[in-house]
């Protein structure tokens, strides 16, 4: 068996006496397209931004193909792609100007950096207002640029914090097939997404984290089982919502009953 | 859903939001402003940077109130003398000073223009314009330049009463009006620059008329050095001076020459001076006029795009040719910060305003006992001058990147290449705006004595890295959030300003008290020698923190990121 793309020992991260993260352990096999999932403040982005280097672990450690990332950061940095949450854009670049600024800070020559640069812009479909400042764009076209600038060195493991948000039908479909060509060119990515339709239909694996802890780890068909065998719905093919809703325990009954509580909008 | 709906619209407890300055929803709103402020102040302080920046405040306030009080006195006592001499012209010159200081300060000197919030985050709630344009004219009236001005007025009002304490009404409500027109008028123009500055075609009309202008005040500048030699002659003869009348028409026309005639008027029993003050109002209501001009647009959401609203679908095939032809993180820091200061107009403009302020006032500099003394030392204090204006970019460097931050963390560049980058884009501007300076100063007053250009250099190899180390410190330790496009001052920026500003004094400290023993014992040349060891002290300690740049941020990249790159 291949060693792990991305390799998680006893990662814990405290705030204070609060812990974020609390001895994650979690192996991404390469190739993978890999869905982390969690409700609101479970440690998603507390983990990502670890995995990513913008956050060091209180304890616990990270190895990204096999580099562990607390020694070799910068080497790590060479392998990963990113579109973190903020997306990490100079509002007062255009488009072209970013990517070319980019491509130079991951160390790629000039040349290359201008054609990949062009090639992205076009299949990003934001080729056609060369002169409008990044800070101008819409969320949607700020997403696509974040996502060429965090492939344009052709990353080995990609991070996306969720990539889909805010991004029309149209982009979104070329996004999938662009991220599906990269896992078949055997890359690895790791995506969070509170849109779980999307997480269903793209990733092979997923894990859940709730209030720090992986509740849940292993493909679609081994989380079903898992339900399964905890005694309910053994027959029923059950989708990711449903899955994520009975790990964390949540329903839409729940939500309900807490609307009416709201009594101006009941 | 329409229930929700029916509900929400029924809802009593929404205000209207149609109503003017002064309505319920209005007093609730700036109730809500005034306890977001104090909020924010006690929420700040709970933190030593906090803690720091009060002290900053406190410190600073201080010195703008002995800079308010002292020419207070000085023009309540010109005040008093003219009125008491019955002289027009002496009335005239405080109002005059009164009004340019505080209009040239307020648009040259960055540390007077304030610290204002920026009013366009309002523009989500239902704040009424009318609302709207008061709230800006009140944080107008927290700036140190609108406070100075105003204890000098006071100065004035009190000069006059004394003389004449018949006159305390008619003094008050000139001095009320005259004000009031000041606040309007630099809001105003700071409005307006803002929107100039914005873009690149009107960033570049409106350079090309502050150049202009100028070129036109350097010429006027002999003129009037000229004819203030003769007046003083005259003075010394005749006893006063005189204007000529041309000048004395056109000034009675405009603001302060009317504040004059509604002063002298009752004084001299020539008429109530009623006529003036309405002309001082037709004044206000221009000025008010462009200020809601502008305020409008910018309420309704305008767009300050660099960018043209339309272009073409092939224009993108057209690349231009980088600005340096070399490759690399450094280089590639280096170009896009030249990229985002050629796009901030206020920036820009910083750097520019020493080199108007040494355009302008060189002259002054020239004449008056001691102006051959001040003549040879004008090149090492224009050049500290020149220093200044990069002062927010080289204490702050990493302030203007915003999200673009987390990039320099994600990237697999050593974060030393991305401080020499922006190190080395300072050192080019400064080398710039030195020989820009150098140029005029040699223009004005021509070639320093071989001993003081000697340990001008040497003070240059000096400062420069010392500045430099000190600055790459401060951008780690105390950033604050720079808004490129904006001309205003961000929270947190007093202490790092402090801190710089004390940085620059004991640089220019250190040189004076090298310079000043080896002139005194006829010993000027050793000067150099010494600035030169220190050269090497100071570039030692910049090579040292350079080295130590990477392990500095990454220990500090958390608050780092939450101080300069949050979004909200």
């Known amino acids: 068996m291949d060693s792990p793309a991305i390799a998680l020992r006893d990662l814990t991260r405290r705030f204070g006496t609060f812990t974020a993260v609390d001895h994650i352990n979690l192996n991404v096999a390469p190739g993978q397209f890999f869905g982390f999932l969690g409700p609101n403040g479970a440690g998603k982005s507390t983990t990502i931004k670890m995995l990513t280097g913008l956050l060091a672990p ?30 990490a854009l100079f509002g007062r670049l255009t488009a072209s100007e970013y990517l070319r600024f980019v491509g130079r800070m991951y160390g790629l020559d000039r040349d290359i950096t201008n054609r990949r640069t062009e090639e992205l812009l076009d299949f990003m479909n934001l080729a056609n207002e060369p002169k409008k ?40 479909g070329a996004l999938k097939t662009m991220l599906q060509r990269m896992i078949d060119r055997g890359a690895t990515i790791f995506l969070t997404s509170h849109v779980l339709e999307i997480v269903e239909r793209l990733c092979s694996h997923v894990a859940i984290i709730h209030q720090g802890r992986i509740v849940a780890n292993g493909s679609l068909d081994e989380l079903r089982a898992g339900i399964a065998l905890a005694g309910d719905n053994a027959n029923e093919k059950l989708t990711l919502e449903e899955i994520f809703l009975r790990v964390i325990g949540g329903s839409a009954e729940s939500s309900q009953e807490a609307l009416q509580e709201l009594s101006w909008l009941a | 859903m329409a229930g929700v709906n029916s509900s929400l619209t029924a809802d009593d407890s929404v205000l209207p939001s149609h109503a003017g300055p002064f309505s319920p929803i209005a007093r609730q709103q700036y109730a809500a402003l005034i306890w977001l402020q104090s909020r924010i102040f006690l929420n700040g302080i709970r933190t030593m940077r906090g803690s720091f920046e009060l002290g900053a405040r406190i410190l600073t306030g201080f010195l703008f109130f002995v800079i308010a009080v002292g020419p207070a006195f000085g023009l309540g006592f010109a005040a008093w003398a003219g009125v008491t001499n019955g002289s027009p012209l002496a009335v005239a010159i405080p109002l005059w000073v009164l009004c340019g200081v505080w209009q040239v300060f307020s648009a040259l000197v960055p540390a007077l223009a304030g610290q204002n919030p920026d009013l366009a985050h309002l523009l989500r709630f239902p704040v009424s314009f009318s609302s709207w344009i008061l709230l800006f004219l009140i944080y107008g009236v927290c700036t140190p330049s609108t406070l100075i001005g105003l204890f000098w007025a006071i100065g ?8 004449r304490p018949d006159l305390f009404l008619s003094t008050a409500v000139t001095l009320a009006l005259l004000v009031f027109f000041n606040i309007l008028l630099s809001r105003t123009i700071l409005a307006w620059v803002e929107r100039w500055m914005a873009q690149r075609r009107t960033r570049e009309i409106f350079t090309g008329i502050i150049l202009i202008l100028a070129l036109v005040a350097q010429s ?21 001076p005189k204007i000529p009348a041309a000048v004395w028409t056109v000034q009675a026309a405009l603001p302060p020459g009317l504040a004059t005639a509604a002063l002298v008027q009752p004084m001299r029993h020539q008429g109530s001076g009623t006529l003036p003050l309405v002309g001082l109002g037709l004044y206000i209501i221009a000025i008010a006029g462009l200020l809601v001009l502008r305020l409008r647009a910018e309420s309704r959401g305008e767009n300050l795009s660099e960018a043209p609203r339309t272009s073409s679908p092939s224009a993108h095939k057209v690349r231009r040719a980088p600005f340096l032809d070399f490759s690399g993180p450094i280089a590639a820091v280096f170009e896009k910060d030249l990229l985002y200061l050629l796009r901030s107009g206020p920036m820009l403009y910083a750097l520019a305003a020493p080199l108007v302020m040494v355009f302008l006032f060189g002259g002054a500099m020239r004449s008056g006992s001691f102006g051959h003394l001040r003549a040879q030392y004008a090149l090492p204090l224009a050049l500290v001058w020149a ?32 401080i020499l980058g922006k190190n080395a884009l300072h050192l080019m501007l400064f080398l710039l705006e030195a020989v820009l300076i150098t140029g005029l100063v040699i223009f004005r007053f021509g070639l320093p004595a071989p001993s003081v250009a000697g340990a001008t250099l040497a003070w240059i190899l000096f400062a420069v890295p010392a500045n430099f180390a000190i600055g790459n410190l401060l951008s780690i330790l105390m950033p604050y959030r720079m808004n ?59 090579l040292r923190i350079l080295a130590n740049v990477d392990r500095l941020l990454q220990s500090k990249q958390e608050s780092l990121l939450l101080e300069l790159a949050r979004t909200a």
């Open chain 1, 58 to 87: 209180t304890s616990g450690s990270i190895e990204i193909l096999g580099i562990d990332f607390a020694a070799h950061p910068l080497d790590v940095k060479r392998q990963i792609g990113v579109v973190p949450e903020s997306l």
């Open chain 1, 133 to 172: 400042l990044v800070t101008d764009f819409s969320h949607g076209m700020q997403k696509k640029l974040a996502l060429a600038a965090a492939v344009i060195h052709g990353p080995k493991v990609l991070f996306l914090d969720e990539p889909f948000e805010g991004v029309d039908a149209i982009a979104a």
């Open chain 2, 156 to 163: 004035i009002g009190i000069g006059v009463t004394v003389a």
């Open chain 2, 220 to 240: 006027f500048n002999p003129a009037f050095h000229n004819y203030g030699r003769r007046v003083h002659g005259q003075a010394a003869h005749q006893g006063a």
């Open chain 2, 387 to 418: 220093f200044l204006g990069l002062t927010r970019l080289v204490t702050n460097n990493l302030g203007g990147d915003g999200q673009g931050l987390y990039l320099y963390f994600l990237s697999p560049t050593p974060l030393r290449s991305v």
């Open chain 2, 484 to 542: 490129m496009s904006r001309m205003r001052k961000e929270p947190g920026a007093l202490g790092n300003g402090l801190l710089s500003t004390l940085t620059q004094v004991a640089v220019l400290g250190i040189a004076v008290l090298v310079y000043l023993p080896c002139a005194a014992f006829d010993h000027p040349w050793l000067a150099t020698p010494i600035l030169l060891a220190l050269a090497a002290v100071s570039t030692f300690a910049y």
